[in-house]
């Protein structure tokens, strides 16, 4: 079964780190896609460029609108994910538990979606 | 009557006690077996209408819950297989069932209890909101209706239902399996299924609304669960969480006057608690102390059991009881406990010395609206002889509990203070 895991981090606080630090987090992302590629675990995973980059489109009578980011008042954004193939949610709480961001910001697993064709 | 009559009078009467003690255990099997808790329940309905009807005919089956679990899984693969005549997939899902599981009831009786423990950490799984956990596990562990689960918790039937029907979707839809915990995730994944039991406990032993102090129903059945969940996994936690439960309910008769009104453990008639339920508490206690691997559980069993020995209060070991809230304090930091330790301090040392303690915690305001902070406060303020700030502490107390009995006692204790 796929799960797709939302990566949530706080852009400041990830922003504010050392060249070292920030050097050492990315390592830590390396080893962990590593992981997931031997395991059997991954299927795809990105990371997205920081919020100010982002756009909204709307689609409202029939008009399009574009806006400027999303506009959200949480502290962490969508910063990445991960699409896993994982046996049941336990293992794929195993694996998400293992990304880097967990540590700093959240994770959601969300388990995606199949539709029946028949 | 006639012989057949009597007959179907005592199968009857023995199917409702199969129903009684193995209804929960057949079924915790079935969901293992049909992989759904929807398709496990209609069928264990299903297994035990056929007992109903055969057993007056063929005899009860030597082992009946076997014989139930086999009646169950037929049913749910009939079930499907009529389904199918709809819906292709279901044909390929029942074929699987009946490969299998084709000698499901060979399985030893260790397997069986293995289903409950899954059931219950099932139930329990973190992904799940804390409220649909309970409703959750009283639904299909205790096997208690949703009606009835609605009027403990006093809420609306609907509300609980839909709790329970978002519960099974996320179960079933995020594919949260049916299994045990493997051993690392075990201590966090027992934390969960402790916490339901002693939210369960504490609903039935200190209702949290309404006219009456408390609900003994559903104390007893967190009592029972507790004792399941030991049966099944000895764990230390698992003793002391068990202990901490029979030591409190030791004390429910002495909790509340004749008139209704709460009497504080201090104030309690002694000959009123249970013996028996605090010599089985004290025993627990002991052995999950012996383990060496306790927790905030067991050391909440061990001050109840410190005071449950005190033959008068004025004998209690408060040097003792501080000693556990200190490694308390250590194992699960959390204001309430210092605010526990606080009260015992000013037991062993004096109203100052606690009054100290509980002004450094409410000026961090960690517990402004915890009505017991201030309650705890306005006593040590009356011990001391500050009439003015005690009754200022029992009005922000009161302001904050919405237990009828409780605030009654806060408005007796404000009308003692002299003027």
């Known amino acids: ?118 | 009557m006639s012989g057949d009559a009597a007959n179907e009078t005592a199968v009857r009467d023995m199917v409702d006690a199969v129903y009684r003690s193995d209804s929960r255990r057949v079924l915790a099997t079935l969901i293992r077996l049909l992989g759904d808790f929807d398709l496990a329940e209609e069928a264990l309905h299903d297994a035990f209408t056929a007992a109903v009807e055969r057993w007056p005919r063929d005899g009860v089956p030597a082992n009946p819950r076997a014989w139930l679990v086999s009646a169950g899984r037929f049913k749910a693969i009939d079930a499907m297989r009529r389904r199918a005549r709809f819906d292709a997939s279901l044909e390929e899902i029942a074929r699987r069932f009946d490969v299998e599981t084709s000698d499901p009831v060979a399985r030893d009786g260790e397997s069986v209890e293995d289903d409950r423990l899954r059931l219950i950490f099932t139930c329990c799984h973190p992904a799940l909101p804390p409220d649909a956990q309970i409703a959750l596990t009283l639904r299909e562990v205790c096997g208690l209706t949703t009606e009835e689960i609605a009027r403990a918790f006093l809420t609306g039937p609907p509300t609980v239902a839909q709790r329970i029907v978002r519960a099974k979707a996320k179960i079933r839809d995020a594919r949260i399996p049916y299994e045990v915990p493997v051993r690392g995730d075990l201590p966090g994944r027992l934390d969960t299924v402790l916490h339901v039991i002693y939210l369960v406990f504490n609903e039935g032993y200190s209702a949290s609304a309404g006219s009456s102090l408390t609900r003994p129903d559903l104390s007893g059945e967190a009592i029972r669960l507790g004792r399941l969940l030991l049966d099944l996994l000895a764990e230390p936690e698992a003793l002391g969480l068990l202990a901490l439960m029979l030591l409190h309910e030791s004390r429910r008769a002495a909790r509340t006057s004749p008139a209704g009104e709460l009497v504080l453990l201090g104030d309690q008639d002694r000959s009123l608690w249970n013996r028996e339920l605090i010599a089985e508490g004290s025993a627990l206690v002991q052995r999950a102390l012996s383990s060496r691997r306790f927790g905030p559980y067991t050391l909440q069993a061990a001050i109840a059991a410190v005071h449950a020995e005190a033959p008068a209060a004025g004998a209690t070991d408060w040097a003792q009881i501080v000693g556990l809230y200190d490694v308390l304090a250590r194992a699960d930091p959390s204001p309430v406990v210092e605010l526990n330790r606080a009260a015992a301090v000013a037991m062993r040392d004096g109203p100052l010395a606690g009054l100290t303690l509980i002004d450094a915690i409410l000026a961090r305001g960690d517990l402004a609206d915890y009505y017991l902070a201030h309650s705890a406060r306005a006593d040590l303020c009356r011990r001391l002889g500050r009439t003015t700030e005690a009754r200022a502490s029992y009005g922000r107390a009161l302001r904050l509990t919405q237990q009828d009995p409780e605030r009654r006692f806060l408005e007796r204790r404000l009308g003692e203070l002299p003027d």
């Open chain 1, 1 to 118: 079964m796929k799960y797709l895991c939302l990566i949530y981090d706080e852009e400041k606080k990830v922003g504010s780190m050392s060249k070292s630090e920030s050097d050492a987090f990315m390592g830590e992302y390396y080893a962990f896609t590593e992981g997931i590629q031997k395991s059997g675990h991954y299927v795809a995973g990105e990371a997205l460029q920081p919020i100010h980059t982002a756009t909204t489109v709307r689609i409202r009578n029939g008009k399009l609108s574009t806006t400027d980011g999303p506009f959200a008042e949480t502290k962490e954004q969508l910063g990445g994910f991960y699409l896993i193939n994982a046996r049941d949610l336990n293992d794929a709480i195993q694996v998400a538990s293992k990304i880097p961001s967990a540590r700093l910001g959240s994770v959601e697993v969300r388990p995606i979606m199949v539709f029946d064709h028949q």
